[in-house]
């Protein structure tokens, strides 16, 4: 057996825990927080409880939402600069993954100077960051509980990955409330997102039995309630179920790192800006029909969850049966299925194998690829 | 949905994880490690690679081990005195739940001042604890994960519950290793300990859905592993999953609390000094029938995990299924069975019943009791 570490931060999971930013905050010893958020949590009404638990805290704040989706690196400067001009004393991020990414971000370039360039990589962050309290809207990335940042280097249009275990948040606010604002194409690709996250996770070489537990039961809600989520908006119970299933496959993916859908999504969503969650959904059921040999037992588990009832599953069909329930999910509901719908081309096959094969996902991945290998998983989701 | 938290340590686990204890020192910013264990313990030989980790790492270190199972009052304040007087900025706990708990006792009130009566209760800490880095040699406590420590009022021959954030370590490093020196019967009630565990925190009124996915794979773990680890000492199969139950319900009962079993259990500990595995163990099936009707659903879904393969279980027979599994499982394993078989008494069954029924674990229990529920339960498990 091998030794592995898992961590995660401090949970505060249900309706209205929102309103509980400002006492968390205090609780880390803060007293004038810098709010990251972009301007659709914005819209969506979620700002507003934050900042009004933080004055009923008695805490001052300053508001940074001058960033894009795919957050770009001068974005993350800009953010540093203000926060430093700010004198506040903790970080709280708002928002889908792009708000939480630019909230790490801005902590680590702000406390450990430099660009966020100098951070790519594994462990290279040295001084300790502010305190983090993450807020997250999406049911999706999973980023407030993980070790991830994800920034674009905007000359190179490539997306960094930074991981460093000061990354973790603090404390992680789950709200299942602020996922009633998400359209319904939102939901279906952050869920997407949240099933590629449990499955990466479970199928990666750097899995353990502790981030098993959470990955398998992640693909179990995604499985039970993406559904109903994406049929309405004000489904609770549904909402509750992927706000847990997000949660559960950060902690996996966090702990056992991610594999070629990732590897694959960010040198396209770094080429051409496109959304994560979709560029993921679309690679999701290839990659699994690729890595399928690699890990027939795993696939044979994941396949169980996935029809309960079902005999005769084996390590000879599972991955088939997998795949078919992803294309089927898919269509239920109203995912996107092709590349193409986005403006990819077969050109673009080269450069996007090129940058996927260096990608940091791509070391945890079950099953080696070549460049050819990638480029072919590319063509057949274009 | 009710709103709640989740908090745990970082983990690190795996074979020969114990000599990373010097190095995790390092890592929180200690120089002069406090170590508290046991005379158990250090014969079992598990004190040397954690003090060849620390010198390796640096670090100049103290040693404690003058305590006793069930530890007192007076051997809390002894060790409090002697972290103050050793200059130490850290400390660190090997060994089961009696090194742990004192470990976080002198923590405390080294650092809070006053005696450990003073925190006795919920959320008593106000000052921030040293670094705390736990080693746990039983899988059983769960302390190393949790936010309890138990120490005995010496006085009152009562036993204290100590509950707070403050309390739950910065690292819990489980080495698997140290399960092999464990005598049969240690490994037995240790290991119905963990059943304990996963059962109360799975029934307790305060459980969630993130204590519920622990609890139910510690119980399934426990199903499946308990007695291979009874049987050998050396099958580390074994041992690495008791280990993983043991952090599992240890992650839940931390936060999901517990119910009648500890209450009771605290109450006969502290009273005749009884081993607390021996005693949650021969309490456990008696107390799952009194609760049974309480959580109907909830007892139907640990039948399912004790007999996965069974037709026509139901909220009818599924508390009976579980109490006869545990009753066989005990003959398997030579756990003890009587209360009586500890030189107890149908006499002392009055001041049990009234000492169980003000104890903190009896809040989470989801069946009310009264003074008359705990003395038949008592009786029925003399």
Request: proline share 5%; glycine share 8%; aromatic share 6%.
């Amino acid at each position: 057996m091998k030794m592995y570490k898992f961590v995660m931060p401090e949970i505060i999971f249900g309706n209205g825990s929102i309103r509980r930013v400002g006492e968390s905050c205090v609780r880390l010893g803060a007293q004038n927080v810098f709010i990251v958020t972009d301007p659709g949590v914005i819209k969506a009404g979620w700002l507003e409880p934050v900042i009004e638990s933080c004055k009923h805290a008695g805490l001052t704040y300053s508001i940074f939402s001058d960033f894009t989706t795919n957050p770009k690196d001068y974005e993350v400067e800009k953010g540093a600069k203000e926060y430093m001009a700010s004198e506040c004393d903790a970080i709280v991020g708002v928002g889908g993954g792009s708000s939480i990414d630019v909230a790490k971000a801005i902590a680590i370039v702000a406390t450990n100077g430099g660009k966020i360039h100098d951070y790519e990589g594994v462990d290279k962050i040295k001084r300790p960051l502010p305190p983090l309290i993450m807020v997250p809207t999406t049911a999706g990335s999973g980023s407030e509980v993980s070790q991830f940042s994800i920034i674009l280097n905007s000359e190179h249009q490539i997306k960094m990955t930074i991981i460093s275990k000061s990354l973790i948040p603090d404390i992680a606010i789950i709200d299942p409330e602020t996922l009633v604002t998400k359209d319904r194409l939102l939901t279906a690709t952050t869920g997407l997102d949240v099933l590629t996250h449990g499955i990466e996770a479970y199928v990666s070489i750097a899995a353990t039995p502790l981030t098993d537990v959470h990955a398998l039961h992640s693909i179990k809600l995604v499985a039970n309630y993406l559904r109903p989520s994406v049929a309405s908006k004000t489904n609770m119970d549904a909402k509750e179920k992927m706000a847990m299933a997000s949660l559960q496959a950060g902690l996996a993916f966090s702990n056992a790192i991610l594999g070629a859908v990732h590897a694959i999504s960010h040198a396209i969503g770094g080429r051409f800006l496109l959304p994560h969650g979709d560029v993921n959904a679309i690679l999701l059921p290839h990659v699994i029909e690729y890595n399928y040999i690699s890990a027939p037992e795993k696939f044979l588990h994941i396949a169980e969850i996935l029809y309960p009832h079902k005999n005769g599953i084996s390590t000879v069909n599972a991955g088939d049966l997998i795949v078919a329930y992803i294309r089927k999910l898919q269509d239920d509901i109203g995912a996107p299925k092709r590349l193409r719908d986005f403006g990819l081309a077969e050109e673009d096959a080269d450069i996007i194998s090129r940058y996927a094969l260096e990608d940091a996902c791509m070391i945890t991945n079950p099953r080696d690829l070549t460049k050819e290998d990638i480029k072919a998983i590319f063509l057949q989701a274009l």
